[in-house]
C-alpha cells in the first residue's frame, strides 16, 4: 500500500513537472455552448469625475441589476488599508457579486530605468493587493510613449500619438515585455492573471498585443479584450485576440461617448467569443453621457439580449 502511495505521488509530481513546462495554448472550441457570465466595471459610474462613485454603491446596483460580478478600478477605490478591504469583501459576499477584475494603470513604455522599475513595483503591489480582495485578474496596459500628454488630444488623433524622439517601436516593445516578464513571478506566485488589455500605445493594435503575448510564453498572461478599443474594422481585429482573451470589458456609449461613439453589434461580438469557447466574464464598461442610473442597466439589458 505505501508503494502504491508513493507511485501516485511520482506520478502526481510527474504530471504537475510537465505541465509546468507545456506552452500557453490558445483555447479550442469544444463543441457545447460556452456559459459566459456578466460582470460591471465600476468605472461605469464615474468617469474620473470630481467625486469618485463608492465601490460599495456599485456592489449594490450589480446586485440589483442581477450579474455576477463587478470589475473593480484600481483608482476608484477609496483605501488600500485591510478593514476596507474587508469591509468590501464581506459587502460583495452577502450580495451575491463576485470581484472579477482589478483594472490598474501602470505603463512600460519609458527609456527611464527608475520610472520602469516604479511602474513594475505598482504592479506587483496591485498584484498583492487583488489577491488580498480575493480578485483573481488584473488589468495591464503596455503603456504608451506620452508624447501627446493631454490624453483629450490623444483621443482626437485616435489613439494614434509619435515615437519618442531618439527611440523606435523595437525599444518600447523591448521594455514592456521586459517588465512584464519581471511581474510575473509574483502573478503565479500570488495567483492572479495578469491580462494584457488592448489599450492605447503599444497594444493599440492587435498585432502589437499579440507580439507581447507570444513574446511571453507563461499561462499567467493573457488578454483582456476591450470592445471599444479597436476604433476601425473592430470585428476583423476582436477575432484575432479572441482565442488568447481571459477575461472581455464591453463598452457602451448611450447619450453619446465621452471621447468617442462606436455602434457596436454585440450579437456579433458574442458570437466571435462563443466560437472560441470563451467561458470567462463580460464586464460592461459604459462610457455614455447619459446618467449611468439609465445607462447602465439599458446595457446590461442589451448584453443580455445578445447573449441569447
Known amino acids: 500500500m505505501a508503494s502504491s502511495r ?19 495554448f490558445t483555447r479550442k ?7 459566459i457570465k456578466l460582470s460591471i466595471s465600476s468605472y461605469s459610474y464615474w468617469h474620473f469625475k470630481e467625486k469618485k462613485f463608492p465601490i460599495e454603491a ?7 441589476l442581477g450579474v455576477e460580478g463587478i470589475d473593480i478600478l484600481h483608482r476608484q477605490m477609496d483605501r488600500e488599508e485591510n478593514a476596507y478591504i474587508r469591509k468590501l469583501k464581506r459587502h460583495a459576499f452577502v450580495n451575491g457579486i463576485a470581484f472579477t477584475c482589478l483594472s490598474i494603470h501602470q ?6 530605468k527608475e520610472v520602469l522599475r516604479k511602474e513594475i513595483e505598482h504592479t506587483k503591489k496591485c498584484i498583492e493587493l487583488a489577491a488580498q480582495m480575493g480578485i483573481p485578474c488584473l488589468r495591464l496596459n ?27 517601436e523595437e525599444d518600447g516593445f523591448r521594455w514592456c515585455i521586459d517588465s512584464i516578464q519581471q511581474c510575473l513571478p509574483k502573478a503565479e506566485e ?5 491580462a494584457l488589455e488592448n489599450h492605447w500605445g503599444l497594444c493599440s493594435t492587435p498585432e502589437g498585443q499579440l507580439r507581447i503575448k507570444k513574446a511571453i510564453d507563461s499561462p499567467w498572461l493573457g488578454i483582456l479584450m476591450d470592445t471599444g478599443n479597436f476604433l476601425e474594422n473592430p470585428y476583423e481585429k476582436l477575432e484575432m485576440i479572441a482565442p488568447y482573451t481571459n477575461f472581455v470589458q464591453a463598452k457602451t456609449y448611450y447619450g453619446g461617448g465621452e471621447w468617442y461613439t462606436l455602434d457596436l453589434d454585440y450579437k ?7 466560437k472560441v469557447g470563451y467561458q470567462g466574464y463580460v464586464s460592461l464598461e459604459f462610457e455614455g453621457r447619459e446618467d449611468a442610473a439609465t445607462g447602465v442597466p439599458k446595457s446590461i439589458e442589451m448584453l443580455k439580449n445578445a447573449m441569447m
Open 142 to 168: 503596455s503603456g504608451r510613449w506620452n508624447t501627446i500628454k493631454s490624453f483629450d488630444e490623444l483621443m482626437k488623433n485616435r489613439g494614434i500619438e509619435p515615437v519618442l524622439p531618439g527611440y523606435s
Open 29 to 35: 472550441y469544444t463543441g457545447h455552448k460556452p456559459r
Open 268 to 274: 456579433r461580438i458574442i458570437a466571435i467569443l462563443n
Open 6 to 24: 508513493r507511485s501516485v505521488l511520482r506520478n502526481s509530481f510527474a504530471c504537475a513537472a510537465s505541465a509546468a513546462v507545456l506552452p500557453f
Open 190 to 194: 500570488y495567483g492572479v492573471l495578469l
Open 58 to 64: 456599485v456592489i449594490d446596483e450589480a446586485a440589483k
Open 107 to 112: 505603463g512600460f513604455v519609458s527609456p527611464d
